[in-house]
């Protein structure tokens, strides 16, 4: 069984969709959950994170985590054409100090005009 | 502020030449990460930096790869006697120690080994 899971799309939906983006995880050490946002030939940028379950919001994004079913999803609302990206799900644990992070393969996803 | 930036953003080698990566982490962050991006494998931690205690090697893969960080900022990461499976892009973050899970990535350098 893989460490992580992630499909990897391609997910297109129509401008002003609800997109729904999701990973599963092995790993019970795991305890901070992150998304990433990755345009094409950039470095990867820190949306959200959240170390417990439940749902956080920022803006149009809700980060989901359920930790007794080892689940993380990454709503985003009202999308936008500028949400065009890759979407990487990762997960840290303190580990002799070091929280190296261990990524999904990332889902591509396209907002349609 | 600055973000991190990596330097040269992208390489062209031939196989067997030795290759150095350069990344100037946020000022003030103590923690630095170099990752590698490739297409088949995604995103995998190579090597960990943390002030001036020993680095964290555990996810170099093979002995070609080495790093080092000058006075607790920029770091090199160098590749000797490039193979064509060394081509991928090479990703640097930094982080405030305390909230090490906050990593921010810079651009990355594109490696090409012909």
């Known amino acids: 069984q893989k460490e992580v899971e992630q499909d990897p799309g391609p997910l297109s939906v129509p401008e002003g969709a609800i997109v729904s983006l999701n990973c599963t995880y092995s790993n019970s050490a795991f305890q901070y959950f992150m998304w990433y946002r990755q345009y094409s030939r950039k470095g990867p940028e820190l949306l959200m994170y959240?170390?417990?379950?439940g749902n956080k919001e920022d803006g149009r994004f809700t980060a989901q985590v359920d930790k007794s079913s080892k689940y993380i999803s990454l709503f985003i609302r009202d999308s936008q054409p500028s949400d065009s990206a890759t979407y990487l799900c990762a997960f840290a644990y303190s580990g002799a100090g070091s929280y190296q992070l261990t990524f999904g393969k990332g889902t591509k996803l396209s907002v349609i005009p | 502020g600055a973000g991190v930036s990596q330097s040269p953003s992208n390489k062209v080698t031939e196989k067997g030449k030795d290759v150095e990566l350069r990344c100037d982490p946020i000022?003030?962050?103590?923690?630095l990460y170099w990752y590698r991006q490739s297409l088949g494998q995604g995103l995998e931690f190579l090597i960990y930096f943390q002030g001036n205690s020993a680095p964290d090697k555990s996810g170099l893969p093979s002995d070609r790869f080495s790093a080092e960080r000058t006075g607790g900022s920029v770091s090199t990461l160098t590749i000797q006697r490039t193979q064509q499976e060394d081509s991928a892009v090479y990703l640097c973050a930094s982080s405030i120690n305390r909230a090490g899970y906050e990593q921010y990535f810079g651009p990355g350098t594109r490696l090409t080994v012909t």
């Open positions: 959240t170390y417990s379950s």
């Open positions: 000022s003030g962050h103590t923690a």
